[in-house]
């Protein structure tokens, strides 16, 4: 069985980093048939997909126009885990953040992180 | 970017109604097409993969057809369990992955 555990803070000041850890269990990040993703969710922008980390014979990583220039998605392959850094967050980065794997669909999450931009 | 367009935002119906949510993609997506059903409080979990395919574990009044841009996910007899939660189609054509804005529905 699968399963993401999430873990990072739950407010971050504006114009800030926004950092989240994923640690994986019962699937390997350098599985060659899976993608690790960051999905986030909030009222107005709805469900909406960040960018993604996978290995195909080398590290990859796409990102979502939106945030490109400001995201990171981060393999941490001796740890099992994965991670995310947004900078210079403002209030509208204020959002559920999920941890996701993609191999036949999005089939497993984690539990989601409330992340709260606010001085 | 593709936009998906669900309808309808909410709907009404009773136990036991056959339901139909409908969603759109801006432009072909073959059949690159996912549902997910989402509980209050709780991460989305997936229903559909490609469309049709009926994920494992997933009650069999969950069903998904469609090709190209548009799609349906029909729950063939509503249970009250499903009345709590927001349906959501997503693409995985291309990137951006991108979802519908979900469907809820609430009970007559």
């Known amino acids: 069985q699968v399963q993401l555990q999430q873990s990072g803070p739950g407010l971050v000041k504006p114009s800030q980093t926004l950092s989240l850890t994923c640690a994986i269990s019962?699937?390997?990040?350098?599985?060659?048939?899976?993608?690790w993703n960051w999905i986030r969710q909030s009222p107005s922008r709805g469900l909406e997909w960040l960018g993604r980390?996978?290995?195909?014979?080398?590290?990859?990583?796409d990102y979502a126009g939106s945030v490109k220039s400001r995201i990171t998605i981060n393999p941490d392959t001796p740890n099992n885990q994965f991670s995310l850094h947004l900078n210079s967050v403002t209030p509208e980065d204020t959002a559920v953040y999920y941890c996701?794997?993609?191999?036949?669909?999005?089939?497993?999450w984690g539990q989601g992180t409330l992340v709260t931009v606010s001085s | 970017d593709i936009q998906m367009t669900q309808s309808p935002s909410s709907l009404s119906a009773s136990v036991g109604d056959r339901v139909t949510i409908t969603c759109r993609a801006s432009q072909s997506i073959s059949n690159y097409l996912n549902w997910y059903q989402q509980k209050p409080g709780e991460a989305p979990k997936i229903l559909i993969h490609?469309?049709?395919?009926l994920q494992s574990g997933v009650p069999s009044r969950f069903s998904g057809t469609g090709s190209g841009t548009d799609f349906t996910l029909t729950i063939s007899s509503l249970q009250p369990e499903d009345f709590s939660s927001t349906y959501y189609c997503?693409?995985?054509?291309?990137?951006?992955?991108?979802f519908g804005q979900g469907t809820r529905p609430e009970i007559k």
């Open positions: 019962g699937d390997s990040l350098s599985n060659n048939n899976a993608a």
């Open positions: 980390t996978y290995y195909r014979s080398k590290w990859y990583n």
């Open positions: 997503q693409q995985f054509y291309t990137l951006p992955y991108t």
């Open positions: 996701v794997r993609d191999y036949q669909g999005i089939d497993y």
């Open positions: 490609a469309a049709s395919s």
